[in-house]
């Protein structure tokens, strides 16, 4: 297929994807309901009559679910319609052309961040600083995937120094899950809501393939030995992946009774 075509066909792919997002976020906040969940702060406070030091928790914001769903969709039709729209699209086709997209892994390290809040909140994670380092790992790994073609342009042998770290950055958050979610469970008083359990496996799943996406194109396998066959799995992925995450929460918590 003529090169102009295939990047054509890739423009209405962005379009149609972008479309898709935009139409589940309205939906979404216009359909749910007003759940929502805490986002807390511990400190010590000193205790007068023991004489001793007892931690505290106190709520920040009980942060809505439905528009916290509705973000992470949002800010993915952004990104498909802005490397759509004119101006942008010459620069996106030109940085494929290279092997490199920066409009993905900017917007995967907020929308995947936001989505990895979400889901820890969903596990019990309430406290404000788990949920920021949290948010913070996911960036990290995001970014280290646009690390990972930056770098991968200029050397003769694939290095996979910046796919490594930011693995193990985008493991440890799921690790902190678990702990809670497991914890949560193991006591009389745990209440994980049933969505949660397969909401955990699920986007594990997910976020690993997205990995694996990066793993074969590097290595060349097969379809994946064309950038552009990568560049449409991991838009297809962003979809399915937000799409499970945000009505799997909605059948769950959001839908009006």
Same mark, same amino acid.
């Given at each position: 297929?003529?090169?102009?075509?295939?990047? #054509?066909? %890739?423009?209405?792919?962005?379009?149609?994807?972008?479309?898709?997002? /935009?139409?589940?976020?309205? =939906? *979404? $906040?216009? !359909?749910?309901?007003?759940?929502?969940?805490?986002?807390?702060?511990?400190?010590?406070?000193?205790?007068?009559?023991? #004489?001793? %030091?007892?931690?505290?928790?106190?709520?920040?914001?009980?942060?809505? /679910?439905?528009?916290?769903? =509705? *973000? $992470?969709? !949002?800010?993915?039709?952004?990104?498909?319609?802005?490397?759509?729209?004119?101006?942008?699209?010459?620069?996106?086709?030109?940085? %494929?052309?290279?092997?490199?997209?920066?409009?993905?892994?900017?917007?995967?390290?907020?929308?995947?961040? *936001?989505?990895?809040?979400?889901?820890?909140?969903?596990?019990?994670?309430?406290?404000?600083?788990?949920?920021?380092?949290?948010?913070?790992?996911?960036?990290?790994?995001?970014?280290?995937?646009?690390?990972?073609?930056?770098?991968?342009?200029?050397?003769?042998?694939?290095?996979?120094?910046?796919?490594?770290?930011?693995?193990?950055?985008?493991?440890?958050?799921?690790?902190?899950?678990?702990?809670?979610?497991?914890?949560?469970?193991?006591?009389?008083?745990?209440?994980?809501?049933?969505?949660?359990?397969?909401?955990?496996?699920?986007?594990?799943?997910?976020?690993?393939?997205?990995?694996?996406?990066?793993?074969?194109?590097?290595?060349?396998?097969?379809?994946?030995?064309?950038?552009?066959?990568?560049?449409?799995?991991?838009?297809?992925?962003?979809?399915?992946?937000?799409?499970?995450?945000?009505?799997?929460?909605?059948?769950?918590?959001?839908?009006?009774?």
């Amino acid at each position: 297929m003529d090169s102009d075509a295939r990047f #054509k066909r %890739l423009r209405l792919y962005n379009l149609i994807m972008g479309t898709f997002h /935009l139409a589940q976020a309205v =939906a *979404v $906040f216009m !359909l749910s309901d007003d759940f929502t969940l805490p986002i807390t702060t511990s400190f010590l406070s000193f205790e007068p009559a023991t #004489k001793t %030091l007892k931690p505290v928790t106190e709520t920040v914001i009980n942060l809505p /679910l439905g528009p916290m769903i =509705a *973000v $992470f969709l !949002l800010l993915s039709a952004i990104a498909h319609f802005t490397i759509s729209s004119t101006k942008v699209f010459n620069w996106y086709v030109g940085n %494929l052309k290279k092997g490199i997209n920066y409009a993905r892994w900017f917007e995967y390290s907020l929308s995947a961040s *936001v989505m990895i809040v979400l889901i820890g909140q969903l596990c019990g994670m309430y406290d404000i600083a788990s949920l920021l380092m949290a948010f913070a790992l996911t960036g990290v790994m995001n970014l280290c995937g646009l690390l990972m073609e930056v770098h991968n342009q200029t050397t003769a042998k694939t290095n996979w120094t910046s796919f490594t770290i930011g693995s193990i950055a985008g493991l440890v958050p799921w690790i902190a899950l678990a702990i809670y979610f497991f914890g949560s469970l193991s006591t009389s008083e745990g209440n994980v809501p049933t969505f949660v359990y397969f909401i955990l496996p699920t986007l594990f799943v997910f976020f690993f393939t997205f990995a694996l996406n990066m793993a074969l194109q590097y290595k060349k396998v097969g379809p994946w030995r064309d950038y552009l066959f990568g560049e449409r799995a991991y838009i297809l992925l962003s979809l399915v992946a937000k799409s499970a995450l945000a009505w799997q929460v909605f059948a769950g918590t959001l839908r009006p009774m």
